[in-house]
């Protein structure tokens, strides 16, 4: 957040210079992926079993500068198409990478959060024939067949297996009983 926060700074002073406004607006946005590898590795700190919830949630929150720029924007210079105009934008866009880099150093964390963790009931190790074991009103009756070779019905299951995404983790709190 930093040396965005800087080239948008820096972006006041070469106004009148566009070739250099440009290159400095270039570094400013091509450094964003220093920011992006601190923030979106968090959320598989914080909640392994939840970090594509946080991520859509905190997504979601995030996008709302798609809309509130423009509009912001458009009040400071509406009808006044001044250098002095944008500059307020450029300060107002400084000012939010700023506050980013301050909120995010005062209430990030890398512990994993208690809500993390799914109750031990929706725990199951599923072994080679398909049953549960963990719950007691899971486990399977020995008494019956069960085909290991048997094509599974459930969208999730033919998702799992047949995905090139099978050997990493899965996410038990999900499954129904």
């Known amino acids: 957040q930093v040396p965005q926060g800087v080239c948008m700074l820096t ?4 106004m009148c210079d566009r070739s250099t406004a440009h290159i400095v607006f270039f570094i400013s946005q091509s450094l964003g992926g220093l920011s992006v590898a601190g923030f979106l590795s968090n ?3 914080i909640a392994p079993n939840f970090t594509g919830t946080i991520n859509g949630i905190s997504n979601g929150i995030g996008t709302t500068t798609g809309w509130l720029a423009p509009m912001i924007t458009g009040a400071l210079v509406n009808k006044q198409q001044t250098l002095g105009q944008w500059r307020k934008v450029w300060y107002v866009a400084s000012g939010m990478y700023f506050c980013n880099l301050i909120t995010y150093l005062i209430f990030s964390s890398g512990e994993v959060q208690p809500w993390n ?9 599923i072994d080679k024939a398909g049953g549960c074991k963990g ?12 085909e290991e070779d048997k094509p599974k019905s459930d969208v999730y299951s033919d998702y799992v297996t047949n995905s090139n995404f099978r050997q990493s983790r899965t996410n038990y709190a999900f499954n129904e009983n």
């Open 11 to 14: 972006l006041t002073f070469f």
């Open 43 to 45: 959320y598989m700190d």
């Open 135 to 146: 719950n007691e009103s899971n486990k399977v009756n020995k008494s019956q067949e069960i």
């Open 117 to 125: 963790y799914v109750n031990e009931e929706h725990i199951f190790d």
